[in-house]
Every structure is written in C-alpha cells, then in structure tokens.
C-alpha cells in the first residue's frame, strides 16, 4: 500500500519537473515546419513497425483460432443449425442433384423430339 501511495504521489509530481517537460513548443515557423517534416517522416516506418510486430501477428493468430475452431466442427454445426433454420422458414436449399437430373432429362426430351421430328419430315 504505501508502494502505490508513494507511485502516486511521484507520478502527480513528475510533469512539474524539468525533466518531464522536455518538448519545446517552436518559436518560429520554421521551426514548426522542421518539427512536422521530422514527424512526417518518421511516421510510415512508425506504421509499418506497430503493422508487422504487432497487429499482424494478433490478427494471423486470431485467424488461425478461428480456423482450428471451424474445422473442429464449430462449421458443421452452424451449417445444420442454418439448414434447421431455412428448412423452418420455409426456404431449402436446391438439391443439386435433382436439379441436375432434372434438367439433363428435358435436354434428352428435347433431343429426342428434335430428332423425331427431322425423321418425320
């Protein structure tokens, strides 16, 4: 307890010393112009840096686990929780199938009579 009293009591304390305040508002144009060209130029290598050490690595790990937890079955189950859910509103899914079935019948209904019909002529 009288460690965190004394850590308070140095960080209230701390922006009124000297050495807390080391920054100097420019005096003149130029010197402001300095100071943003200098900020200006430190500030894509700045980027790139919290990019590639830190956002990146969170975001790759963060895809990895949801991946891992999709394929461990997480998807298979939302996948028939979701057929569950059209299945109850209504809505089904096309089965392919016999969609492809379907279709490749007409196209050998229609074949036929094509071919009826130049042999009638």
């Not at 500030?43 to 990146?56: F, S």
Request: no cysteine; net charge positive; aromatic share 6%.
């Amino acid at each position: 307890m009288k460690t965190l009293i004394a850590l308070l009591i140095v960080s209230l304390m701390l922006p009124t010393l000297s050495l807390a305040q080391t920054t100097q508002v420019p005096q003149t144009i130029g010197e402001a112009q300095t100071i943003g060209l200098g900020i200006l130029q430190k500030l894509p290598n700045a980027i790139k840096d919290v990019w590639q050490n830190q956002a990146l690595p969170i975001w790759l790990n963060m895809w990895s686990w949801t991946k891992s937890t999709w394929q461990g079955g997480t998807g298979q189950e939302v996948s028939g929780l979701w057929d569950k859910v059209l299945n109850w509103v209504g809505l089904q899914k096309p089965d392919l199938k016999q969609e492809l079935q379907k279709k490749s019948e007409e196209t050998q209904k229609d074949l036929w009579s094509r071919i009826s019909d130049l042999i009638n002529k």
